[in-house]
């Protein structure tokens, strides 16, 4: 005899078994609330300042954890109380959650019944109060800066939940070259408030500062918008990334469990030196960054070849190609670049116009571009490096900037190198921005002087062309870029080698 099980129930209990573990599910989910001002969360129609909370949801992973940013422009850490916005926090704020609390912009003020003072408080921690009698007969108890973290820290462990306290982000403000820190105040009192209550402590402030004085004012200036506090979304995802490693280097603290592993990408940006046609070895002819890859560990890194062939310096931007690299460029990444091959043709001639100004400088031209039949301003060759460099480091990437490799021309038995063009006018351009440079151009060469004229022309090129290299000599080239990065300074990119 059979048992058969009519349809209709089976239908339920699936569907049971189903809501089920769609609620275990929602019952593991962990939220990281964000408490704080507009330098955490900003924005809107119009407005294109950013806050950091705008973004930090990217670097964790959305099924396991999800991030409320309940952070309000203008709020200092007594108004957000006051206003009853800690409330609502409290109010679904449960066991296993976490609470990132970053306040300092707005505590400036000295507080009394006045507009300027509405959302002031008493400086440092402690317990010093004053007491305030509103028109309206209402009275208000003031308290420190400490104190109001210190009741966030204690309502935060009293839910069960994880409090952070994290100093407050710099703003654009430098001095004798280096950036205001807030490491004698607020950033002070934070970390004394979060000792004092055994709360977990980021050092954003310091994080964050110790990035702009790396980068310097011309570089951080970009980040900003409109005035000396609010970032743009440059500037904003770049203080989301430094919270996150912050996050990482805190002991003891499972957020970091839900983090996203996602791994780094190097990028390469170059001409057909770098990436000749498809990257396919059209016509037997390769580009070193074709031959990269192998030597990186893939499971800790991508390695992505955006080179472009018969492109310079200046057209690799004003073509849009450089735009949709900068796209996808996110904190953490690395960028190698090399040009030059191509820069050295006329400004305005009618079959390209690719050329640029023959040197490192700020030079300038303004001309009428046959190809685009526009006017156009060009720029020295060391320039267009520049504002790649620049805009790289802006997104919190690592740039790498290559002299061009040399050409298969040859003087008395050695190779011709551009020692005094090209090579130098990069070398120059990384060293006014703090980039890390590969002297490609002459170790290249070095190698090609001591296995001699004929075996390189014989292994490297092929008869009609004295540029690009065929697939042996790309391989060549490739290897001598991975063994100069294992010698570059301060520079993690190493770590990711095989």
Known sequence: MKFKIPF?????????????????????????????DSTIRNGGEGNLQRGWGNFLQEFFDTTKLEVSNQAMAGRST????KEGRWDKVLETLKPGDYVIM????????????????????LRGNGDDTKELTWPDGTQETVHTYGWYLEKFITDTKA?????????????????????????????????????KQGALFIDLNSIVADQYDKWGQEVVKGLFERDHTHTNEAGARINAWSVTEGIRNLEECS????????????????????????????????????????????????VQNHALGGTSSRTFQTYGHWDKVLEKLVPGDYLIMQFGHNDSSPLDDEARARGTIKSAGLEAEHIYNPITKRQETVYSYGQYLRQMILAAKAKGVTPIVCSLIPRNNWKDGKVITAETDYSLWAK?????????????????????????????KAHFFNDTDHTHTIEEGAELNASIVVEAIKTIPENDLKGFLR
Do not use: C
Request: net charge neutral; no cysteine; aromatic share 12%.
């Open 428 to 456: 120059q351009v990384a060293e006014d921005t703090e980039a890390a440079f590969i002297d490609l151009n002459q170790l290249v060469a070095d190698q090609y002087n001591q296995l001699g004229e004929e075996y390189v």
């Open 159 to 195: 839910k069960g939940a994880t409090p952070i306290v994290a100093s407050m982000i710099p703003r654009n403000k430098f001095q004798d070259g280096e950036v205001v820190r807030a490491d004698q105040d607020f950033g002070k009192w934070a970390k004394e408030a979060a000792r």
């Open 8 to 36: 209709h129930f089976l239908s339920l209990l699936i569907l049971s078994f189903a809501f089920t573990a769609f609620q275990q599910q929602t019952q593991k989910k962990k939220t990281l609330y964000l408490i704080g």
């Open 255 to 302: 957020l970091k469990d839900y983090l996203t592993k996602d791994k780094p990408t190097l990028f390469l940006i170059g001409d057909s030196t770098v990436k000749n046609g498809q990257g396919d070895g059209a016509g037997g002819l390769w580009g070193w960054g074709d031959f990269i890859a192998p030597y990186f560990d893939k499971d800790k890194i991508k």
């Open 78 to 81: 007594r108004t957000f109380i």
């Open 102 to 121: 970053q306040f300092g912009h707005n505590e400036g003020s000295v507080p009394d019944t006045t507009k300027a003072g509405y959302r002031g408080v």
